[in-house]
Nanobody, 125 residues
């Protein structure tokens, strides 16, 4: 069973940047599809970005394209989300999630079965 721990959230002014980290333990995530999701108060959760283990192109929500970048460091068993040009509407709790090992479809949102506890990102205007 993989455990995921997010860090890097905080309070930032609009236009600023944050880098979220998701450190995994319990097993390697080098063969897991990984994703970042977020949930804002009163809103449904949404997928922010996903990255595959098998070389598929990273995907982003339209609302963050060109501003956010997902990456992974398999040697560190960690996934990152670099967030630039932050907007107040990016305010949310951000969660890291993993699919089961070797799952062949990183776009299958309901297959993200392993979740971190979340990290709060607050963007002030």
């Amino acid at each position: 069973q993989v455990q995921l721990v997010e860090s890097g959230g905080g309070l930032v002014q609009a236009g600023g940047s944050l880098r979220l980290s998701c450190a995994a333990s319990g097993r390697t995530i080098s063969t897991s599809n990984m994703g970042w999701f977020r949930q804002a108060p009163g809103k449904e959760g949404e997928l922010v970005s996903i990255i595959s283990w098998y070389g598929a192109p990273e995907r982003y929500a339209d609302s963050v394209k060109g501003r956010f970048t997902i990456s992974r460091d398999n040697a560190k068993n960690t996934v990152y989300l670099q967030m630039n040009s932050l907007k107040p509407e990016d305010t949310a709790v951000y969660y890291c999630a993993a699919q089961d090992d070797y799952y062949p479809n990183y776009a299958a949102q309901n297959e993200y079965r392993h979740w971190g506890q979340g990290t709060q990102v607050t963007v002030s205007s």
